[in-house]
């Protein structure tokens, strides 16, 4: 039983920056992936970001490498999106989603692999 809650949207400017968050509660497990995807409307739903739960592990789609970072703190059972130099096509609703079989990273980017999603978080870049 795993509930995800994302949280952290909002308006901002081109060029600046935004953390999303995203709890987990329930059991987490070493073989357990969290990945971030966003959709945007009428478009399907895009990998974003992937981060292995205990090995710390991390994969970017290319439209985001380089300004967008996923990281974990284990502590507090949660995984966090953070998005720089942001773009009005980064402009989507993002989701958090939680897998527990160990599949291989090519796998984790479609969002057929993920087990749990949360209910998303707005995102809005304006130019």
């Known amino acids: 039983q795993v509930q995800l809650v994302e949280s952290g949207g909002g308006l901002v400017q081109a060029g600046g920056s935004l953390r999303l968050s995203c709890a987990a509660s329930?059991?987490?497990?070493?073989?357990?992936?969290m990945g971030w995807f966003r959709q945007a409307p009428g478009k399907e739903r895009e990998f974003v970001a992937v981060?292995?739960?205990?090995?710390?592990?991390?994969y970017y789609a290319d439209s985001v490498k380089g300004r967008f970072t996923i990281s974990r703190d284990n502590a507090k059972n949660a995984v966090y999106l953070h998005m720089n130099s942001l773009k009005p096509e980064d402009t989507a609703v993002y989701y958090c989603?939680?897998?527990?079989?160990?599949?291989?990273?090519?796998?984790?980017?479609?969002?057929?692999?993920?087990?749990?999603w949360g209910q998303g978080t707005q995102v809005t870049v304006s130019s």
């Open positions: 981060i292995s739960w205990s090995g710390g592990a991390t």
């Open positions: 989603a939680a897998q527990f079989s160990r599949l291989t990273i090519a796998a984790l980017r479609f969002p057929s692999a993920y087990e749990y």
């Open positions: 329930g059991r987490t497990f070493s073989s357990a992936a």
